[in-house]
């Protein structure tokens, strides 16, 4: 007999994934992977902050030595911008680049996916906004994430910050899954204590969002609980011992198991409120998320409460005995507690928002695809509360 | 998007009709499509010209070549690998020449030559304009070579050349001819005027006179001689010349022709002599007796006034459907370099010649022209200062037939 708790997801699901090298020194592969991959002419995309550290010289000999040209973009900011993105195109175009190497974090591997839909799709980026929207493949698109938690690097979603609307558009593709993603462990040292906190709570909401999605699937759900025990076990090491290569590749690993559960289960209410909050007010996105997590823990809980059980067991926290509100407290405090650990604000009003913004962040919340996979379908005046219990 | 979480939670699991993983496969199939369409049209497009075509690189080696090139030199397809470009180059050609042009076509100069080739296979020459231009086939700089057989265009060239000088020689043959004739006329004029102005003369004795009469006379036959000789020529050249069949008895034809002759070769110190004569033959021949009477008339009048000692002997023999013909003579014969050209119209055997015997150099060209009109054909056998044997042959029956050597 089989017990309720041995029932299988029989939905359809689909899981898509890049090919992926996952190692120490991963990065030395990009030119063997250009070549594979029949490129003439490489376009990197990358940032000034990628720009200060020894990957990107790297990167490029080997790209050399593979006897393929290339060409750098760094004109990326934090939270990409659209017309980032055509100035991008412009300058594959110019070159007559013919595949695309993304080295930097979640904004530059978005950029690098905004670059690459209209290059072949020939229209403005933000025509592509939404779920399975793009008619043409990009070119072959190689990422090396120098950050651990956006996992852009295996994910179907590109966030394009629509400059001139102040929101960010959520893109879902399975197209814009990249060809090959070069996960490095070594290159996350040059992140500092913040930027490790954020990506890291980064990739926890990913692994929370994924595993409570309507969406999720068994594989997915393995995936994300085991991304979940390894941040919750080697985040605040890893914060606290900026160079230990061990704990930065656990990280970067849970950052890959993360990513892969979300890139096919999605995600939820804490990226359509981020999503608004990166677009209006141009904050971090990890941060956000990390401020974001408890509340939508405590607006979802109920509907997907077993879920919640199960991350909770996880995370080790002591639940034999409790009933569901008791665990759903002691997950809350938890998270809080974890984002205290790591220096994390504990709400939006230390970030400066405004209850006057709620509404407007409301309204642009509402419409993120993200909702979509939400447990508990949510409306707009949901998300306002939302945003206000997290001031 | 509120009311739609539904539809679009199914396009984000992936389930949606573009929701697979990029793919370059269908744009690729299509691409390969149009790129094997594209080069099924370029090859039918290449077999289908009449110039033979070559794609070949800088050391020869033939990488394409179409149908026509096949033909023209005989190379299969899978045979490529045997021969190089320089296979079909001529020994006579300068590769140095070849090279250059090569150089000058990758850097984009073209050109155009007429060229020596040869066959694989025969070895034979074979004349061609080539064109010559580069590209890059499959990543690599290659030459076209665009080969335009001659062998035709050639021959024309060489017949027009021939032709030219034939006519030029024609032209020149007609002015000597003209120079000739007229002194031909002239003399037997300057004798007819001459010796009418004699006639004036008080005085004179009988014997005297009828001297002069006869010189007169001898002069005007020798003018109406030329003048019908001329017509005669004139009416062949105008293809006004007709031919009467009779039936002519050959021995009664040869008897005149010898009574006729034999007093003018008796005064000369010359026996005529007609061989193989049996009286009261009665065979015939089905020809133009008067064409028939003039050739012979012609051939041992040339044989009397060319031969100094000695004999003429003629006559025929039967030989298959034909009448085999001959005037043989001791005379001064032809040069070898003259023998092809004394059937030719207004030629005389050479300048020498001229000065020596009269004649308008007509009398061969005519018995040649009523000859071949009758079906036969005339040929001669000399040797110079020992003699001519001319000989003709005639049909039987001129029907359907012509009698060749």
Redesign the interface.
């Known amino acids: 007999m089989n017990t309720n708790q041995d029932l299988i997801q029989l939905e359809?699901?689909?899981f898509?994934a890049p090919e992926y090298i996952f190692g120490l020194k991963a990065r030395l592969s990009a030119g063997n992977f250009c070549h594979q991959l029949g490129g003439r002419k490489v376009l990197i995309v990358t940032d000034a902050g990628v720009l200060r550290t020894p990957w990107l010289k790297e990167v490029e000999e080997s790209i050399i030595k593979s006897g393929i040209e290339h060409v750098v973009f760094s004109s990326v900011s934090p939270n990409p911008r659209d017309y980032e993105i055509m100035l991008g195109v412009d300058f594959y175009r110019e070159n007559n680049c013919n595949i695309i190497l993304a080295l930097g974090g979640g904004s530059v591997m978005d950029a690098a996916k905004g670059i690459g839909i209209v290059s072949t799709n020939h229209r403005h980026i933000s025509e592509f906004e939404?779920?399975?929207r793009?008619?043409?493949?990009?070119p072959p698109l190689i990422c090396i994430p120098t950050t651990g938690g956006t996992a852009a690097d295996v994910s179907?979603f590109a966030i394009i910050n629509n400059y001139s609307k102040k929101y960010k558009m959520a893109i879902?593709?399975?197209?814009?899954?990249p060809?090959v993603a070069l996960i490095d462990p070594e290159v996350l040292t040059s992140m500092d204590s913040f930027l490790t906190a954020c990506t890291g709570i980064d990739a926890l909401s990913h692994a929370f969002e994924a595993y409570v999605s309507?969406?999720s699937s068994a594989v997915t759900d393995l995936y994300a609980l085991e991304a979940i025990r390894l941040i919750h076990s080697n985040l605040l090491f890893s914060y606290q011992n900026l160079n230990d290569i061990q704990s930065r590749g656990k990280m970067m690993l849970a950052s890959l198991y993360a990513g892969l559960a979300f890139s096919?289960a999605?995600l939820g209410c804490v990226h359509s409120l981020a999503h608004s909050l990166g677009g209006y007010l141009d904050l971090p996105h990890g941060e956000c998320n990390a401020i974001l997590l408890p509340h939508v823990v405590d607006f979802n809980f109920k509907s997907a409460s077993e879920k919640y059980i199960q991350i909770a067991k996880t995370l080790n926290l002591p639940v034999s005995g409790l009933n569901n509100t008791q665990i759903k407290n002691t997950l809350i405090d938890h998270l809080k507690n974890f984002n205290h650990s790591l220096g994390i604000h504990s709400g939006l009003s230390d970030k400066n928002v405004k209850l006057d913004d709620i509404p407007i962040l409301s309204v642009k919340a509402?419409?993120d695809?993200c909702?979509?996979?939400n447990p508990k379908?949510p409306?707009?005046r949901d998300l306002e509360v939302i945003y206000s219990e997290a001031m | 998007?509120?009311e739609n979480?539904?539809k679009?939670?199914e396009?984000?699991?992936?389930?949606?009709?573009?929701?697979?993983?990029?793919?370059?496969y269908p744009?690729l199939q299509d691409k390969i499509n149009e790129l094997e369409t594209s080069k099924n049209n370029l090859l039918t497009i290449i077999n289908s010209i009449s110039d033979a075509l070559f794609i070949h690189d800088q050391s020869g080696k033939i990488l394409l070549l179409n149908k026509r090139a096949q033909e023209l030199y005989q190379i299969s397809e899978n045979e490529l690998d045997k021969f190089t470009i320089k296979d079909i180059n001529s020994i006579k050609v300068d590769y140095n020449q070849l090279y250059r042009i090569w150089e000058n076509a990758i850097n984009g100069i073209t050109s155009i030559f007429e060229w020596t080739t040869v066959s694989i296979k025969t070895h034979e020459e074979i004349p061609v304009q080539v064109s010559i231009n580069s590209t890059i086939w499959n990543g690599k700089v290659v030459l076209i070579a665009i080969v335009r057989d001659f062998t035709e265009r050639k021959k024309y060239e060489e017949d027009l050349i021939e032709a030219r000088m034939k006519a030029e020689e024609h032209d020149r043959l007609k002015s000597a001819f003209l120079a000739n004739i007229s002194h031909e006329i002239r003399t037997p004029m300057n004798g007819i005027l001459g010796f009418a102005e004699l006639l004036k003369l008080p005085n004179l004795t009988n014997d005297e006179m009828s001297g002069y009469i006869q010189i007169i006379e001898h002069s005007g036959e020798r003018m109406l001689n030329i003048i019908n000789n001329l017509m005669d020529i004139s009416k062949i050249e105008s293809g006004q010349m007709k031919v009467r069949y009779s039936d002519v008895i050959i021995e009664e034809q040869l008897n005149y022709i010898y009574q006729f002759f034999n007093p003018e070769a008796e005064k000369k110190g010359l026996s005529l002599l007609k061989i193989g004569s049996i009286p009261g033959n009665s065979m015939k021949i089905h020809t133009d007796q008067e064409k028939l009477n003039a050739i012979l008339i012609n051939l041992i009048k040339n044989a009397i006034k060319f031969c100094n000692q000695g004999a003429i002997e003629f006559g025929y023999t039967v030989s298959g459907k034909c009448f085999l013909f001959f005037v043989k003579d001791t005379g001064i014969g032809i040069s070898k370099e003259n023998i092809q050209n004394i059937f030719q119209r207004f030629l005389r055997g050479d300048h020498e010649m001229s000065a020596k015997y009269e004649g308008a150099g007509l009398g061969l060209a005519i018995v040649k022209a009523y000859i071949d009109m009758l079906g036969g054909k005339i040929w001669v056998e000399s040797k110079k200062g020992i003699g001519s044997q001319f000989f003709f042959t005639l049909p039987m029956t001129p029907v359907n037939s012509v009698c060749k050597e």
């Open positions: 359809l699901r689909k898509v939404g779920v399975d793009i008619e043409r493949p990009m179907q879902i593709s399975k197209s814009v899954v060809d309507n969406a096919n999605s509402i419409k695809p909702n979509a996979t379908p409306v707009k | 998007m509120t979480w539904e679009y939670r396009k984000i699991i992936g389930l949606g009709e573009g929701s697979s993983r990029k793919s370059y744009e």
